[in-house]
């Protein structure tokens, strides 16, 4: 460490840096309680040694416990966690979206930053990190302090905090796999000595790694570069790619009737059945991350029309799916076409364009490139709009994937989107989410049974003498008052003229849910 000291004071003589000494600390990371530092100068001045050094942002302690890390990560979330506080409260402010926004924006950042790194810290340590999450969910929820946990993770959609850090640490560990010359990837094959009482990052690894090794493939390809100019640069622009159609927009605000329309109207406008190739591509993998099947559906000016849907492999994104798509039509239709002919590609995966439009797919601008064609487009239309190529293809797909699969290599980033699919929590499709905040409170907390009415309060707080309703016929919970309490009967009717459901009342579509919050709001109950 010394001579390196003494290369870096030698180094900054010759090339005039002046180097702030009394800011270069040195820290001894050692596990023995006995080890001491040695004398270390830079020029004249001897370092001084610390036990923790921030780099990056990451603070690192002599024994690399990660203590100090997290308790500064923790700190730093619990002021943030005051933002939250004073955009909404029980009977007021900003709905749970807008406050799920804010957490997974401004606060969530600071509890896993650098968590692949600290993957080895004491699970006591990782579990302070969680309660600030814990706490954040009461608030966005609204719910009292017994609220179970994974009821409001079920209901925000929003993961634990472990669970994140799993993916994160898988993701790492198949960087350093794939990168081949990475000092890690050899550490990530080699047992480890199991000479210290304590995990490791590569321990940690192939935990996880084992846990999933049913779902993951076996094969991920290096990551490759290439420097090539686009093929497309010396065609002199005969091939063409269009993101968009004209008065068309990419949200979800016009009905499927007019997507149709206006995409059959460009199609005759721009490419005329009588003098295009049309080529309608599509992929499809179940559950976005397996057994893909690419469909192509070709119009030729001629009337003949053409299908055909293959297996893309065992592991397969719906993206790998699409560009697998587009490749086969080329290959496929490049014996029919001619320096005469036009061929526009039809696809709705506009990020396989933008792909394109970046040089991204070289196996996909080779295909292309080798069409002799007069003029070659590559143009978006949106899905599942009735648009009959797009249907016929999106039909070859899934037949294809249902064809007898490879087991494929996948491409590094194909193998994040497959871990993180792993790890995703499915987030819910509830009438709830559409409620203001003061009737999202009243549904989430008579839905768990946590809240203020007597049952809970006496049997989970004891905070009142007796569990039993001010009508003396049952204990005071979510199903009596909004069924059979007398003393609220003439309100309930008046609500509720027709029988329904306790689950409708609970659950139903918004219209329900309002007149359940109605209810409780004109009763005078408080939950």
Known sequence: ???????????????????????????????????????????????????????????????????QHIMNAEGKTRRKLNIMRKLAGSHWGANEKI????????????????????????????QALDKVQNQALRIIMGAMKSTPIQKMEQVTGIPPLSKRRDCKTMVQATKYQCTHDHPMSDRLKKMSLGRLKRSSFALEARALQKKHQTEMPELVEPPSFSLDAPPWEDRQGNLDIQTSVPYLTTKDEQSNATKKALTLAMLEERYPQEAWIRVYTDGSATEAVKNGGAGVYVQYPSGERQAEGIPTGLHCTNYRAEVQALIHAAYTINDRVNHDNQVVFLTDALSVLQAM????????????????SLRTVLQWIPSHCGVQGNEEADRMAKLGAEDEQENNPVSLTEMKTIIKSLHRTPQPQDSYHLLSRPQQVVIFRLRTGHNRLNQHLHGKLHVVPSPMCSCGEAEQ??????????????????????PESLHNKLYGPVAALQRTTNYISRSGLQV
Not at 357 to 372: G, V, Y
Request: glycine letters at 4%.
């Open 1 to 67: 460490m010394q001579l390196a000291l003494e290369k870096v004071a030698a180094w900054a003589g010759d090339w005039c840096v002046t180097i702030n000494r009394e800011k270069t600390t040195a820290t001894l990371f050692t596990l023995s309680a006995k080890a001491t530092p040695g004398k270390l100068t830079l020029g004249d001045t001897p370092l001084k040694f610390e036990d923790q050094q921030t780099y990056l942002g990451v603070t690192y302690d002599k024994r690399m416990t990660w203590k």
């Open 99 to 126: 406050l799920k926004t804010v957490y997974q924006g401004i606060v969530r950042p600071h509890l896993e930053y650098g968590s692949s790194s600290w993957a080895t810290a004491a699970k006591t340590h990782q």
């Open 357 to 372: 439009t970046s040089s991204k797919l070289p196996q996909l601008e080779h295909a292309l490139h080798n069409i002799k």
């Open 477 to 498: 919970d979510t199903a009596h008052i909004l069924r059979d309490c007398r003393s609220h009967q003439v309100l309930r009717e008046e609500i509720w003229p027709l």
